[in-house]
C-alpha cells in the first residue's frame, strides 16, 4: 500500500480554516480540480474541472477534530483502494496547518507518477486555499 502526505501552514486559525473545508459537501468551493461536490447520504460526486467524475464515500467527519476522511468508490485516476483523511491541526504561532494524506495502490501507473499527480491535487487545493483565507 503506498501512502502520501502533504501538508501547508496558514496564518489563519485553525477553526477559521475548519469553517472553510470542514464540510465535505464544499470541496468545489476551494479547490480548483473540482467544478462541483454535492454529498448526499455520505456519498460525495465530486465533478473535475476537466469533466471527469469520482465517486466517493464519506468514513468519518469529526468536527470537533476537524477531520474527516473518505474513500474513492469510482474514478478515472489509475488507483484502487484510495482512503483519505484531511484535518486542520493549530499550530504554535496561532496559525493552522492542513494536513491531506491517503493511502492506495496504483494500478497500470508508475507509484512515483501517480504520486507526483496526487501530490500536484493536493497542492493546488491547499494553495488555492491561502488565496481564499
Not at 5 to 19: C, F, L, N, R
Not at 81 to 95: L, M
Amino acid at each position: 500500500m503506498a501512502y502520501i502526505k502533504i501538508s501547508h501552514e496558514y496564518k489563519a486559525t485553525a477553526d477559521h480554516i475548519w469553517s472553510l473545508i470542514g464540510e465535505p459537501g464544499k470541496l468545489a468551493n476551494w479547490h480548483p480540480a473540482i467544478a462541483s461536490s454535492p454529498i448526499s447520504h455520505n456519498s460525495r460526486v465530486c465533478t473535475l474541472a476537466d469533466g471527469g467524475v469520482v465517486k466517493e464515500e464519506i468514513t468519518a467527519h469529526d468536527p470537533l477534530a476537524r477531520s474527516y476522511s473518505y474513500r474513492i468508490i469510482e474514478s478515472p485516476l489509475p488507483m484502487s483502494d484510495y482512503i483519505s483523511t484531511i484535518r486542520v491541526e493549530p499550530i504554535n504561532s496561532g496559525g493552522a496547518e492542513v494536513v491531506w494524506e491517503a493511502q492506495f495502490e496504483p494500478v497500470g501507473i508508475e507509484l512515483s507518477q501517480l504520486e507526483g499527480l496526487l501530490a500536484g491535487l493536493y497542492n493546488a487545493g491547499l494553495e488555492a486555499l491561502e488565496a481564499t483565507i
